[in-house]
């Protein structure tokens, strides 16, 4: 019994780690087209993007593990059944409950590891998807360079942009210098031109103008070139998580009875959904398990097909019922647990065919 189980373990291994793998693809697929405008266009470093990739990849995993162990189960047992391996492990005495119990466990283990990834990874990949992408905003300038901006984010200086040539140079920009007295009148640099290079912005053809305490004008003069170095100050940065999909189930437990009655909707809905996606993992086991087993005729191509449809279906209907819970016409624990209470029965349902006719 403990060699057809780690048979079967050894044989799901593969395939659920390549779904896996190919949804988590698909569901970056949106954020790596926009990450490549910033790699083209705005000059970021592609290892600073696969950076920010790798933070997205925590919370897409809750989502994508789920519908990967489903298809890699599927994909495993139509292998045994057109091999006629499933048939011969009943001929050795093995029942459907005793195949399925790899399976369940592995669909417990699934549940485990989302919950850390909840717990523990999201919360501190979204902190670091916040810090990097600060970072790089200030390390390269350009990344939020925009023509009629205003950009006032930066520790020692505010930069007016007017216009923004197709290189990335600014035409037209005006720096006042933040003084440490606020009670002083800032110096102004006019620069006809300005590129950023090694975190600091080097205006051309340009001016400066100071002011007294009455805010006439002290001293005025003009240079070739003058170097602005923006300072980045990340090492003291406390970025703290705003957004409720960056917290788990913990923290949005804790913070439901401080937050205003407006956001307690949003909070019970994004707890109820991270617990869904939790136990989503056992009925999709089972489904994946029963739908499979035993059909011979079945190939590869159908049963990715029917793992698509059963995929899509939980997908659609859980969107469906948070987009409605939102607009307050559905429960929270309703919206989020329906597609999964359907999910169990319908799991239930095909488990007790297959105990009947036996495989």
Request: net charge positive.
């Amino acid at each position: 019994m403990k060699i057809i189980n780690k048979y079967i373990l050894d044989e799901l291994k593969g395939p659920t780690i390549l779904a896996i793998f190919v949804f988590t693809f698909i569901f970056l697929l949106d954020i790596v087209v926009t990450m490549m405008e910033q790699i083209i266009v705005k000059g970021i470093s592609v290892f600073d993007i696969l950076r920010l990739l790798s933070f997205y990849i925590p919370p897409i995993l809750t989502q994508t593990i789920p519908i990967g162990m489903f298809l890699g189960i599927m994909i495993c047992f139509t292998k045994f059944s057109r091999n006629s391996e499933s048939v011969a492990m009943i001929s050795t005495g093995m029942s459907i409950r005793d195949i399925l119990k790899p399976i369940l466990a592995v669909a417990i283990g699934a549940a485990l590891f989302i919950i850390f990834l909840q717990e523990s990874i999201i919360p501190r990949s979204f902190i670091k998807l916040k810090y990097v992408g600060a970072k790089i905003a200030y390390e390269n300038p350009v990344f939020q360079l925009k023509e009629k901006t205003f950009i006032d984010n930066l520790d020692e200086y505010s930069i007016y942009v007017d216009e923004v040539d197709s290189e990335g140079k600014a035409k037209n920009i005006i720096a006042f210098e933040k003084p440490e007295d606020k009670s002083k009148f800032p110096m102004v640099l006019i620069g006809e031109e300005a590129f950023w290079k090694d975190n600091s912005i080097i205006l051309k053809e340009s001016q400066f103008v100071s002011f007294d305490e009455t805010g006439k004008k002290n001293l005025v003069g003009t240079f070739d070139e003058k170097r602005v170095i923006l300072t980045a100050y990340f090492q003291d940065l406390n970025i703290k998580i705003k957004d409720v999909e960056a917290l788990s189930i913990t923290e949005l437990l804790k913070n439901l009875k401080k937050v205003d009655e407006t956001e307690v909707l949003k909070y019970k809905i994004e707890i109820f959904r991270k617990l869904a996606l939790v136990f989503s993992t056992i009925p999709l086991a089972v489904i994946g398990f029963t739908l499979s087993l035993g059909h011979h005729r079945i190939s590869k191509k159908y049963s990715f097909i029917l793992a698509m449809l059963v995929i899509f279906a939980y997908i659609i209907f859980l969107n469906i019922g948070i987009v409605m819970a939102n607009a307050g016409r559905l429960n929270p624990f309703i919206a989020t647990w329906a597609p999964n209470i359907l999910l169990y029965l319908l799991g239930y349902k095909l488990y007790r065919v297959k105990e009947v006719r036996g495989i």
